[in-house]
């Protein structure tokens, strides 16, 4: 007899993804989405990222991302990075 399985997984509120053979990061939290700087790294480290400035893009520019909202997205892709092993730095 075949046994069933039930899987549960957590909701997120954001989406993470690499894009142009990792020359960005798109971090996305609803309907508002921001490009964070990125590139292949050394032998050391699949990608690095370059958080200089982080700005929601249209129609959202104009809504700050605070002190808060930035450790919480940079929090948020170091665990989706981490969640698939990719070393980052």
Do not use: C
Not at 14 to 27: D, M
Not at 35 to 44: C, F, G, L
Not at 58 to 74: G, K, L, M, W
């Amino acid at each position: 007899m075949d046994s069933l399985v039930v899987m549960f997984f957590k909701k997120k509120s954001y989406h993470v993804q690499l894009k142009n053979v990792r020359s960005a990061i798109v971090y996305a939290e609803g309907d508002r989405r921001m490009e964070i700087d990125s590139e292949p790294a050394s032998e050391e480290y699949d990608v690095i990222v370059y958080v200089r400035t982080m700005r929601w893009m249209p129609p959202h520019e104009s809504e700050a991302v605070s002190s808060e909202d930035r450790i919480r997205i940079q929090k948020n892709i170091a665990s989706e990075l981490d969640t698939y092993r990719i070393l980052w730095r």
